[in-house]
């Protein structure tokens, strides 16, 4: 190479060295991979940068790895020519190591659940928000003030107040940003003068007497509400609430600097539109700055994430406002992805012993009355119609029909477990105000399943649920779970006894599976105890998605049976499961998981080709039957833009690969491809290519084979 080209190259490791010595005092890992080639030519070096190329591989789990990003780089000459007599251009890919990406990942922030130290300053952050806001604004009367999954919030009536000097009404004042700030101000004074936070049993005579004297119309509703002892909570001697607590000790143990007020929004009293109008302040609370600015990078990075702006811009899915709020159209990019989940699924469960049922989408109002929904849930329910002078109701739930399929004969102990799953479709009513893309929607497919399984075969079934759950998340990339068992609340149907077989069924279950939880006490609900999973995902949320439910409530309204081995008729366990929760949710988390990058096995285009000519159009069909017969799902770009903005529209709407055509390509049988993740993997026939994805399809990883390079031309 010479002497230049010696110096080119150290400068180029200086670079790199410089580069990694950064990181490191950052904290990053110091391995970085560098691109380059140099160039001969008459004689002259250069040398030419190609950039710091960070790749995504998978990591351990295959599987999971798909949306994990992970550091790659790996030592692979392109082309290298034996003699420098010509010129010639001679690429490296310099150097190669597998590293986690430590220094700008985000790390995982603590939870209510897991850190009770965070619960207490979230919740005494609330009270002394609210003393600051009744501070500034004494007109101010406070409803209520809960902590919340990652932070807390506060809701406050503004009265009509009169003006002192001209005596005109005034309207409720509107809190805006500059009040927040205000607010953020006088909260800091209060922490910073250590205020005792402490609790005081009072009897209701006195709460009520208490009340009145600040005159709290809000405070004296939520007493009445509330069972004895009746405790207080006190900042000081400067202002109080009704509260069950927690809190910390003094108000120098809250964090000003890791607090944040970040929002203002409306909210009816107790949810009822017929009620007064509050003001809602959202604000978060950490146990120090540097989790505060974890958690707003977090925020930052969620914006990005944001599955209605990426739903729009992948054309996967729509909210069609003149068809009614909450109401999903699934578009042809969305149906795809619809499928491939849903087939999965229901091989899964196929694989574990279930069978596949389908059920109506309305019944006899007679029905939800018998189940209790209508009872229990009917604020839930969308008004019934009426058939032939009867009333009928749009299912909000599943399991009622399940039980009806059950009890369609008499059932024997060697007939159960009974396991029936079905991807149902239900219709719940929603507050226009509460609707929010997938999430919140009014018409949505839970994944649903029922277990009918004698008392000594619930572990066994519990067991065999949370494997498929396992199974099933891990494929779409979750494996970060936070587990809870709740347990029976004061208010509960069933014996002790069965209540005591079934948590000991649901603990066993947890522990054979060797998963970490933790404990609800009194946090199941009144027919049965329960497992709640939540999954973490790419940048460190919490997302609800499965649950088992015991259910010891609905076999006995349906009077459901089973003859046991001594002849007589015993009531069956019933179980409750879904591990999406619903197929519009999930596919919301599981797009802003992967920030609309689905891996190959799911994403709706796996292979884009780009013709450069017209004159190739035709043999890419071609190629396109080809690979749909293997299951394989091809675009063929029409060819109308320049190949750079092909590749770019590609890269654009995530398309995982890519195979540039040209005349070349249409007269060799070869494609040269091109990975979204790992960049060019050289030349492919047509058929090792298509072999290659449905093995890559399949198994459900990314395809990371390196096809043939093309070596350098002399001339």
């Given at each position: 190479m010479g002497r230049a080209g010696d110096r080119k190259t150290d400068r180029l490791r200086d670079c790199q060295q410089e580069h990694n010595h950064a990181n490191a005092r950052k904290g990053y890992p110091c391995v970085v991979n560098i691109c380059y080639s140099i160039e001969v030519i008459r004689g002259k070096e250069r040398?030419?940068?190609?950039?710091?190329?960070?790749?995504?591989?998978?990591?351990?789990?295959?599987?999971?790895?798909?949306?994990a990003p992970s550091r790659v780089t790996r030592v692979s000459p392109l082309s290298q020519s034996s003699s420098f007599a010509k010129p010639a251009m001679h690429r490296f890919v310099a150097t190669v190591a597998v590293e986690e990406n430590k220094g700008d990942e985000l790390f995982e922030l603590p939870t209510n659940e897991n850190d009770e130290e965070l619960l207490r300053i979230r919740h005494s952050t609330a009270?002394?928000?609210?003393?600051?806001?009744?501070?500034?604004?004494?007109?101010?009367?406070?409803?209520?003030?809960?902590?919340?999954?990652?932070?807390?919030?506060?809701?406050f009536y503004f009265p009509e107040t009169t003006d002192s000097e001209t005596g005109e009404t005034v309207g409720p004042r509107k809190l805006t940003d500059q009040d927040l700030k205000k607010v953020k101000k006088a909260m800091d004074k209060i922490i910073s003068k250590n205020y005792p936070i402490t609790r005081e049993e009072v009897s209701r005579e006195e709460a009520?007497?208490?009340?009145?004297?600040?005159?709290?119309?809000?405070k004296m509703e939520i007493l009445e509400g509330l069972e004895e002892p009746i405790t207080l909570y006190h900042?000081?001697?400067?202002?109080?609430?009704?509260?069950?607590?927690?809190?910390?000790?003094?108000?120098?143990?809250?964090?000003?600097?890791?607090?944040?007020?970040?929002?203002?929004?409306?909210?009816?009293?107790?949810?009822?539109?017929?009620?007064?109008?509050?003001?809602?302040?959202?604000?978060?609370?950490?146990?120090?700055p540097t989790q505060l600015k974890q958690y707003k990078k977090m925020l930052e990075e969620a914006k990005k994430r944001d599955h209605r702006m990426l739903?729009?811009?992948?054309?996967?899915?729509?909210?069609?406002?003149?068809?009614?709020?909450?109401?999903?159209?699934?578009?042809?990019?969305?149906?795809?992805?619809?499928?491939?989940?849903?087939?999965?699924?229901?091989?899964s469960h196929q694989d574990g012993g279930y069978?596949?049922?389908?059920?109506?989408?309305?019944?006899?109002?007679?029905?939800?009355?018998?189940?209790?929904?209508?009872?229990?849930?009917?604020?839930?329910?969308?008004?019934?119609?009426?058939?032939?002078?009867?009333?009928?109701?749009?299912?909000?739930?599943?399991?009622?029909?399940?039980?009806?399929?059950?009890?369609?004969?008499?059932?024997?102990?060697?007939?159960?477990?009974?396991?029936w799953a079905e991807l149902g479709t239900v219709y719940r009513y929603e507050r226009s105000g509460t609707l929010h893309g997938l999430m919140r929607v009014r018409g949505f497919t839970q994944d649903d399943a029922h277990i009918y399984c004698l008392p000594e075969q619930l572990q066994d079934e519990i067991v065999g649920v949370l494997d498929l759950t396992e199974t099933i998340l891990t494929r779409f990339g979750f494996d970060k779970y936070e587990i809870m068992l709740s347990t029976r609340p004061e208010k509960a149907v069933g014996s002790d006894e069965i209540w005591d077989a079934a948590t000991t069924a649901l603990r066993g279950a947890l522990e054979a599976k060797g998963w970490d939880y933790g404990v609800d006490e009194g946090g199941g609900a009144f027919y049965g105890p329960k497992i709640d999973v939540k999954i973490r995902d790419a940048i460190g949320r919490q997302w609800q998605c499965s649950t088992v439910q015991c259910d010891f409530n609905l076999p006995e309204r349906f009077g459901l049976e089973y003859v046991d081995a001594d002849g007589s008729r015993k009531q069956p366990i019933m179980v409750h499961r879904a591990i999406f929760g619903s197929l519009e949710r999930f596919f919301g988390i599981l797009i802003e998981n992967c920030a609309g990058d689905f891996p190959l096995?799911?994403?709706?285009?796996?292979?884009?080709?780009?013709?450069?000519?017209?004159?190739?159009?035709?043999?890419?069909?071609?190629?396109?039957?080809?690979?749909?017969?293997?299951?394989?799902?091809?675009e063929v770009d029409r060819g109308n833009e320049r190949l750079a903005k092909q590749i770019r529209n590609a890269e654009q709407q995530r398309v995982p690969v890519m195979a540039v055509v040209g005349m070349k390509e249409m007269e060799t049988g070869k494609l040269a491809i091109r990975s979204r993740k790992l960049g060019d993997l050289g030349s492919f026939a047509v058929e090792d290519l298509l072999d290659e994805l449905e093995s890559c399809s399949e198994g459900a990883v990314e395809m990371t084979r390196v096809g043939e390079k093309d070596e350098p031309s002399d001339d």
């Open positions: 040398m030419k940068f190609r950039g710091i190329k960070m790749l995504a591989i998978l990591s351990s789990v295959a599987r999971v790895a798909a949306f009270h002394v928000m609210a003393m600051a806001v009744q501070q500034i604004y004494p007109e101010a009367q406070v409803t209520i003030g809960p902590w919340i999954d990652n932070g807390f919030y506060y809701d009520t007497q208490r009340i009145k004297e600040i005159n709290e119309p809000f900042i000081g001697d400067q202002w109080w609430d009704l509260c069950a607590g927690p809190h910390v000790e003094s108000t120098a143990n809250i964090p000003k600097k890791a607090i944040t007020l970040q929002s203002v929004a409306g909210a009816y009293w107790r949810g009822d539109e017929n009620r007064e109008m509050l003001q809602r302040i959202y604000g978060t609370a950490w146990k120090d739903g729009k811009k992948l054309d996967l899915f729509s909210i069609q406002e003149d068809a009614g709020g909450g109401l999903v159209f699934w578009h042809p990019k969305g149906s795809k992805v619809r499928k491939l989940i849903e087939d999965f699924w229901k091989d069978d596949v049922v389908y059920t109506p989408h309305i019944a006899n109002l007679n029905l939800w009355k018998t189940s209790g929904h209508f009872d229990f849930y009917r604020s839930d329910m969308f008004d019934q119609m009426d058939v032939e002078n009867e009333q009928y109701q749009i299912k909000p739930m599943n399991c009622p029909f399940h039980c009806l399929m059950y009890k369609d004969e008499l059932r024997s102990y060697r007939d159960l477990p009974i396991r096995w799911l994403s709706p285009v796996q292979l884009k080709l780009l013709p450069v000519t017209d004159a190739v159009q035709d043999y890419c069909k071609d190629i396109a039957k080809k690979a749909a017969k293997a299951g394989i799902r091809v």
